[in-house]
């Protein structure tokens, strides 16, 4: 079982939004668990931009703070990301990743593509 699945990127105008969705596996989706997401800009290194954290904190960068919600489901046992108001500079690809019992996990990342 593949330990987890993102979608919801796209293409988005700047000033719009876009829900990413990270499905997890049952053996990893914890409430002890690290849940972030990390956002890569073409060219540039991969950067977190949201968390919830072991103990339950949902820290964010500064640059998306205000606009950007990180929350989960444990019925779907999904982790999502909310956009909103949507800048040119929050292009990139963005990954899914989780931190459980001493192990790290990646998605395959989801394209997001702010445009007009």
């Known amino acids: 079982q593949v330990p987890l699945v993102e979608s919801g990127g796209g293409l988005v105008q700047p000033g719009g939004s876009l829900r990413l969705s990270c499905v997890l596996s049952?053996?990893?989706?914890?409430?002890?668990?690290?849940m972030g997401w990390y956002h890569q800009a073409p060219g540039k290194e991969r950067e977190l931009v949201a968390s919830?954290?072991?103990?339950?904190?949902?820290p964010y960068a500064d640059s998306v703070k205000g606009r950007f919600t990180i929350s989960r489901d444990h019925l779907s046992k999904t982790v999502y990301l909310q956009m909103n108001s949507l800048k040119p500079e929050d292009t990139g690809v963005y990954y899914c990743?989780?931190?459980?019992?001493?192990?790290?996990?990646w998605g395959q990342g989801t394209q997001v593509t702010v445009s007009s």
């Open positions: 990743h989780v931190q459980y019992l001493g192990s790290g996990y």
């Open positions: 919830i954290t072991s103990g339950g904190d949902t």
């Open positions: 049952e053996s990893i989706f914890s409430r002890h668990a690290f």
